[in-house]
């Protein structure tokens, strides 16, 4: 695709990681992430830390390159400025590398990871082998906040589409990508004004529309500037900060993560799910564990929940689904419980296991009167294929087997023996 607008591109580059450690397909599209594009050439781009971010991806490398404004002085995700506005940066310093190195949490190794979850749980090892590559990303926990209230009773696609138009109508403008605009996130700063919530109705936002408007007001001018930025886990810092070792993990969680979960249940439309969510994907936090309806059937499918005093999802219960795979799984369990979530998702369902059994047969069709026959071999191939589908979110996976038979012929002359 070629690039329009005042932009400056980055060479290609390319980075090896294999499929297991890394799949953007999966990844940018299991429901953490709403801003990324797919082009039909498989090009994945999304506006990024005031430059346009376009990734592609093989068997052994992940290909990246950065589309820069001209101007100078851009901002990071998000921006802090007004609508509409254009961002402006500066290629003089390109941090390209470090961005895609510190946004896709490459410093952990996922095939020792997804090793662990499966010597510790059954479950994860039967069903996590065909979703491999699945990392949690290092997003800014204002995008997180911004997403997950947007995902209240909502799906991914139509969550996609909000966040969009909150990108388009107050988000600064990055550039074009062929006539496709890229608009970086708002800051809240952007979406104080008493006109923000009607707006947003109007846009299709519904109920949502308030608590963006009054979140963004909160994190705007009723905290301090560095307010979501403390609430971090200091082992997952910002893009060029230093990671600082936190102690072992008791049950429950660390003191930070329970800080971090109290303090955003105190944002209109964040509970305890979506306050989960920002810990996990906003703010490093890798011991929360989101724990939604579609989780909750999870739980009670594969690991015996929904019986005596956990029958239903109250507050307790959702306190002792996380313990549980807490402690099932360490400080990382929110990873490996998307791992799971992904596995159950109906865009992911569908999974082939295709069975090939040939057998050939010979039929003699003429014999010469010289002993020479004339035969005709058929091979006869029974090809079954069998598909993991999901019906509704509440049944269990049910498996649709299509037979098919494929029939080759060929004649041949075998002379008799002397």
Known sequence: MAAMGHIRATEWRKLPVSLTELCINTTLRCGQTFRWRKSDDDEWSCALHGRILSLRQDTTHLHYRALFPHTLGSPPTPPSSAPPSTAESSIDYDDTDELVHHYFNLKANLTELYEQWSSADLNFKKRAPRF???????????????????????????????????????????????????????????????????????????????????????????????????????????????ATLVKEMPEGGRDGYRKAHEELLQLQGVGPKVADCVCLMGLGWGEAVPVDTHVWQIAQRDYKFGKGKHKSLTKATYDAVGDHFRDLWGKEAGWAHSVLFTADLKSFSERLITKIEVKEEEKVMKLEENG???????????????????????????????????????????????
């Not at 004004?193 to 705007?220: C, D, M, N, W």
């Not at 589908?389 to 002359?413: S, T």
């Open 372 to 418: 020479d026959a004339d035969i005709e071999i058929s091979a006869t191939a029974d090809v079954t294929t069998e598909k993991r589908v999901k019906r509704e979110l509440a049944e269990e996976d049910q498996k649709v087997h299509e037979a098919q038979e494929i029939v080759a012929k060929r004649r041949v002359k075998r002379r008799r023996k002397a």
């Open 132 to 242: 491999t590559g699945i990392r949690i990303l290092k997003q800014d926990a204002w995008e997180a906040i911004v997403g997950f209230i947007c995902s209240s009773n909502n799906n991914i696609a139509r969550i996609s589409q909000m966040v969009e138009k909150l990108c388009i109508h107050y988000g600064p403008l990055i550039g074009h990508i062929g006539s496709q605009p890229y608009h970086d996130l708002p800051h809240a700063s952007a979406l104080t004004s008493p006109s923000v919530e009607s707006h947003l109705r109007h846009l299709g936002f519904g109920y949502r529309a308030k608590y963006l408007h009054q979140t963004a007001i909160v994190v705007a001018t009723e905290r301090d500037s560095g307010w979501l930025e403390n609430l971090r886990n200091p082992d997952s810092p910002p893009l060029d900060c230093k």
